[in-house]
């Protein structure tokens, strides 16, 4: 399983990249997108998924 | 040194006279003994190095001075109820709002286009739109890395929410930032809770008491930190009526106590177009009076700003103006970039050699009144249409802001702005503009202009406030207490009366940009 972010909600702050322990997220076409073969939903590393837990638009969401 | 006095056009300085002559030593009262509103008799001479020609932190220096933030930092790492992050709209003046974000080398370089038209450019700041420590600081201090570089003589400043700013203090201090805001609403988590839905701290999303009470004490370690290492720390709080109005003076207290250096209490801008929790549940924000009443039981606490204009994350310019849009991307991107200082340097020097003369004069303006007015006479409100240098230089149908200053026996004192539409607009008056004028300046018993048409003046004169263009293009302070003088005397044979109970409407600039 992985994370998505809902591109039309997405602010484009860049608090998910930062956070994201398994260097999933990066910038594509101006917006970010995660990378599903890399997403963890940071299981067994923290508590939730750090993507979702930081967003301020609420945005990242199971894809 | 062409620009130098084109600039000093702009200022309105040099088609202007000279102070009065300056007594030598103005009757019985120092600038140190009187604690003028901000000069170099309150502080220590080292503080005094430092903010003298930073806007923000010296009442007399946004006079003089222009600030530039950049917006390198879009991620926050806690979420407010004053604060939507969707919301940028170019329209809109408060913090946390941009219209572009800049990758560190773009701000760089404009920082860079910035400082060579605007020779009054002292300060360079980063306040978001997010949080500049947030997601590790990393544009903050990479933007920091190469102005240290490129732009050695401009002041670094950075604002926070302080949620990650102990992590970051040694980094602040290699970087030689020697001024750094806080932004704290509470010092009281039962208070914080009706602030902040949630913070995201050690990997974890916090929400009621937990997220407030982390928070608190994360502020209270990077105020503490800060101050010991010899950082000049601004305190802002958002004033929340209802929320946290009377406990302001608890933080007041409590960032005075942990050697905070300035304390500027904000009224809540709050609109439900805005999209925050607080303008969509009608939160208000405060009155004029309101912010005032504040703001006074708090002035014998920590120093108390009252000039800030709350700007946009992406500001540009003298305070009380925004700049930011003759620096667009593409017309950086064209420009040739210089990084000669030459001409900032003349103009610090040029701005350095008239204060003495300046200080001096204000005292004695100040002892005339003293010496001359009786004690029972209350202090009034002036607003004042400027463009800057301490002068009353503006037509009042061009003022987008009025300086409001307190006037009576202990002196003439800057004690805010109120925003306004502007009244003339392509040449005729628009009445509901100024409509906003008198609702903004309500107050006030005299408003002082460099010029004002018949119209407006008559509708002034109907709501009980005088307009006054015979001080046009003098210094504000002695002008101001020269009218007290003239007003107490009119007081005195019945022929004014005063304003007391007259409320004013405070807004936000949403016609900045327009």
Known sequence: MAYKIKAAECTVCGACEAECPNIAISMKKGTYVIDPAKCTECAGQFDSPQCAAVCPADCCVPA | ?514
Request: glycine letters at 8%.
């Open chain 2, 1 to 514: 040194m062409g620009n130098v006095i084109a600039l000093d056009g702009i200022l309105g300085l040099g088609e202007l006279k000279a102070p009065a002559e300056i007594p030598a030593a103005a009757s019985g009262c120092s600038s140190s003994a009187c604690g003028s509103s901000d000069g170099p008799g309150d502080m220590p001479p080292e503080v005094w190095e430092k903010v003298k020609n930073h806007p923000c932190y010296s009442e007399e220096a946004h006079h003089y001075f222009a600030r530039m933030h950049v917006a390198v930092a879009p991620a926050c790492n806690i979420q407010c109820n004053y604060c939507n992050r969707k919301y940028d709209c170019s329209n809109e003046s408060r913090p946390g709002v941009v219209s572009e974000k800049l990758t560190p080398e773009q701000a760089v370089k404009k920082v860079l286009a910035v400082a060579q038209e605007i020779p009054q450019l002292s300060v360079i700041g980063i306040a978001g739109p997010g949080d500049s420590l947030a997601a590790a600081g990393k544009n903050t201090f990479a933007t920091f890395e190469g102005l240290q570089k490129l732009a050695p003589d401009l002041k670094l400043c950075l604002s926070t929410n302080g949620l990650a700013l102990p992590d970051h203090v040694n980094r602040i201090k290699d970087y030689n930032i020697d001024h750094v805001t806080i932004t704290i609403n509470m010092v009281d988590p039962e208070v914080g809770q009706h602030i902040y839905p949630w913070i995201f701290h050690k990997h974890k999303r916090w929400t009621g008491l937990d997220a407030a009470k982390i928070l608190h004490e994360r502020q209270m370690e990077g105020l503490e930190m800060l101050t010991s290492a010899g950082i000049l720390v601004k305190i802002n709080s958002v004033m929340i009526p209802g929320i946290n109005d009377e406990h302001l003076l608890e933080v007041n207290k409590a960032v005075k106590a942990r050697g905070a250096f300035l304390h500027n209490i904000m009224p809540l801008i709050s609109d439900p177009a805005h999209g925050t929790h607080f303008g969509l549940t009608g939160q208000r924000g405060p009155t004029a009076q309101e912010l005032k009443v504040v703001q006074d039981q708090c002035e014998g606490g920590a120093k108390l700003m009252r000039h800030c204009r709350q700007c946009r994350a992406d500001a540009v310019g003298l305070l009380g103006e925004d700049r930011g849009d003759e620096f667009t991307t593409d017309r950086i991107e064209a420009m040739e970039i210089s990084t000669d200082d030459t001409v900032r340097r003349q103009y610090r020097e040029h701005i350095e050699s008239e204060r003495a003369g300046r200080h001096a004069a204000k005292e004695a303006a100040k002892a005339e009144v003293a010496e001359t007015v009786p004690s029972d006479v209350a202090p009034i409100l002036i607003a004042v249409a400027t463009k800057g240098g301490e002068r009353i230089n503006e037509h009042f149908g061009h003022a987008k802001e009025f300086q409001i200053y307190e006037v009576g026996l202990q002196g003439a004192k800057f004690v805010g702005h109120r925003r306004v539409d502007t009244y003339c607009e392509g040449g005729s008056g628009d009445e509901d503009a100024l409509g906003t004028v008198l609702a903004a300046i309500a107050d006030c018993t005299a408003v002082f202009v460099a010029k004002i048409g018949g119209c407006p003046s008559t509708s002034l004169k109907e709501a009980g406030i005088e307009p006054v263009d015979r001080f046009a293009f003098e210094y504000i302070e002695e002008s101001a207490l020269t009218y007290f003088k003239d007003y107490a005397e009119r007081l005195r044979q019945g022929a004014v009366t005063d304003r007391k109970g007259h409320d004013a409407v405070l807004r936000p600039a949403e016609a900045l940009r327009a």
